[in-house]
């Protein structure tokens, strides 16, 4: 059988401003966690999409000869740019 309780963490005894910020942390901490790990997880896909559409831009203002020398079809590039994220 299951028991649900109502009780938290033991939030630090004491007054002023750090303690407060303590009991904050205790109380919030783990959402607080989750939210930038989240945030930076976003940071992270932002930067690296940013950089591959740099990429796609560059071979899309290639001639069809200069992409024909990579091995790529103009109508490949994106393929070609997320072929190590993507199996399409």
């Known amino acids: 059988m299951a028991y649900i309780t109502n009780s938290t ?3 630090p005894k004491g007054h002023g401003i750090i303690a407060g910020a303590q ?7 783990h959402g607080l966690h989750r939210f930038f790990a989240a945030f930076g997880q976003a940071l992270a896909s932002y930067a690296e ?3 591959r ?5 560059r071979l899309n ?3 069809d000869v200069q992409l024909e020398r990579l091995g790529v079809r103009r109508d490949g590039i994106v ?9 399409i």
């Open 9 to 11: 963490a033991a939030a």
């Open 23 to 29: 009991r904050l942390l205790v109380a919030y901490g």
């Open 49 to 51: 999409l940013h950089s």
């Open 53 to 57: 559409v740099g990429e796609i831009e």
């Open 61 to 63: 203002n290639m001639t």
């Open 79 to 87: 393929h070609y740019v997320f072929r190590d994220s993507f199996y």
